[in-house]
């Protein structure tokens, strides 16, 4: 037998001054693996507690910490901070878009239910 469910996905975005306040969370469906992507230019330096990296053109960096900053080549900063880290599931998860060749890609995965909060802020 075939069961169906809604799946309800909320997003809130709230600017600041310099950046961005997201609050993101789904209701409905269980155990479902959704995925936040932020396309990024390529070429810049990913830090974070464990991890220190160029994200060349076609990066595509599963996030597993809750603070890590993104650095652009003119020294421009994006820090983000928050958001979810359920698993490191394949970039291709079923009934996505692969990530974009021209660019890199930073990934926050989680699985249905969830609520998470994530700030961009640009320094």
């Given at each position: ?8 996905l909320y997003v809130d975005v709230t600017p600041t001054d310099n950046g961005a306040q997201l ?101």
């Open positions: 037998s075939v069961s169906m469910q809604d799946f309800d609050h993101v969370r789904s209701a409905g469906c269980e155990n479902v693996p959704v995925k936040l992507e932020f396309i990024l230019e390529p070429d810049g330096h990913y830090c974070s507690n464990d991890v220190e990296m160029v994200l060349r053109k076609g990066a595509y960096l599963y996030q597993k910490c809750t603070d890590a900053v993104y650095q652009y080549d003119d020294h421009r900063e994006l820090h983000i901070v928050g958001g979810c880290f359920a698993h490191a599931y394949g970039e291709n998860m079923r009934g996505t878009l692969p990530g974009e060749a021209a660019n890199a890609c930073i990934a926050l995965t989680a699985y249905t239910p969830f609520e998470t909060a994530v700030s961009l802020t640009f320094n």
